[in-house]
């Protein structure tokens, strides 16, 4: 049966940003833009904006956004000296439209999240009702470089299923700070320090068995023998413990590792153990290889496949895939592949957004896309 409340997309479990509005957003004054569901394609020159669009995008999921930006250095060059950056966002879902709207609190660096006009307590309210996953050129060397960025790759991915596991990750990162403060004063009290450790060993091994979930629905969607390699994911860190152990064991076993280097820890600060530290494994499958030694080719392959995979995993598990959010990633990949993402995305049950600065790279979507023209912070 069609569901005829407002914002439901008739006989399709697909969500869309219908509506995107930006004030004071990068090279933005005032940005309103109009979208259908059909995949968005933005090009123009270097410079111009495309990227800033997707990064606004990016800020109606818990985080930083795609470029990791301090809320300070999003507003806009040349804004009023209070000025306040602004995204707004009509998205459509099967269940309804839903409103959403963040930004800065004019005045302060505090960033404040609104939904359907409300304020929501905290940014984790946002993946409850927006998912999204991005693929960037400084993704690049994802493979080459620290564990850190492996870890926010696959925490993004993780949201897509499971959207406590932001207040989950940001909790533990609380904790974490705190514990680290408290030993390097040197006088904190065991009974707090144990408090603390607590809840880490709590919250970081729901973590971690997040983790693991999320790679094998990956794992299980992942495709082989097509234009994109199929990639063997795993997780090194405390999320092998639980291999062989119950959640129980884990977290006793982490709580009680904390409390053992509390003496090594007030040295380096942070902590010596837990998911703060784990690390995203690949494998290319047909060539056995570690993603980090395979060509700069196939890295962004692997990359395309993985989120082609989340897509489709969320999909079955959610009802409706993640928004895409693909920066120049058509011009890097040769006709075969580059067809082949423009029939998945076009067929998939969300919206996605691509950048480029030649049109042309974007002639296979034909009709099946909608084409903006972004020049100078604004849009044909």
């Not at 693929?135 to 994802?142: G, V």
């Not at 064991?249 to 007030?266: I, K, M, P, T, V």
């Not at 920066?327 to 998939?348: C, N, P, Q, T």
């Amino acid at each position: 049966m069609s569901d005829t409340r407002p914002g439901a997309i008739d006989d399709r479990s697909a969500v869309a940003v219908m509506r995107l509005t930006l004030t004071d957003f990068r090279n933005y004054r005032f940005l309103r833009l109009d979208t259908d569901p059909r995949p968005v394609v933005l090009w123009g020159e270097n410079g111009a904006g495309k990227t800033n669009v997707l990064e606004a995008l990016s800020f109606l999921t818990p985080g930083r956004g795609l470029r990791r930006a301090r809320l300070s250095e999003v507003t806009r060059h040349g804004a009023e000296p209070d000025a306040s950056w602004g995204v707004a966002a009509t998205v459509a879902r099967p269940e309804g439209a839903v409103t959403i709207g963040t930004g800065t609190e004019p005045g302060t660096e505090r960033r404040i999240v609104r939904l359907d006009g409300r304020t929501a307590k905290s940014q984790a309210a946002l993946a409850e009702a927006f998912s999204a996953i991005w693929l960037t050129p400084a993704m690049d060397r994802l493979f080459q470089e620290g564990a850190a960025g492996r870890r926010r790759f696959l925490d993004r991915l993780v949201l897509g299923f499971d959207p406590a596991h932001a207040g989950r990750a940001s909790g533990y990162e609380h904790a974490l700070r705190e514990r680290a403060r408290l030993l390097r004063l040197g006088r904190a009290e065991p009974t707090w320090l144990a408090r603390l450790e607590a809840d880490m060993a709590a919250r970081g091994v729901a973590m971690a068995a997040a983790r693991r979930a999320t790679v094998a629905r990956l794992q299980a969607t992942m495709t082989d023998g097509g234009p994109f390699p199929a990639a063997a994911l795993g997780v090194a860190g405390v999320e092998t413990w639980l291999d062989d152990m119950t959640p129980e064991e884990a977290e006793e076993r982490l709580r009680q590792r904390l409390a053992a280097g509390r003496g090594r820890d007030a040295e380096s600060g942070g902590a010596g153990e837990g998911p703060h530290r784990s690390d995203l494994r690949v494998r290319h499958v047909a060539k056995d290889m570690p993603a980090e030694t395979c060509s700069t080719g196939e890295q962004k392959a692997l990359l395309v496949s993985i989120v082609l995979a989340q897509a489709r995993a969320q999909a079955a598990a959610r009802g409706t895939a993640p928004v895409l959010l693909l920066d120049e990633v058509a011009a890097h990949l040769d006709g075969a592949r580059r067809a082949a993402l423009f029939d998945e995305i076009a067929a998939m049950a969300a919206q996605s957004w691509l950048t480029g600065t030649d049109a042309a790279h974007f002639a296979g979507l034909g009709a099946r896309a909608q084409y903006v023209h972004v020049v100078d912070g604004a849009v044909a």
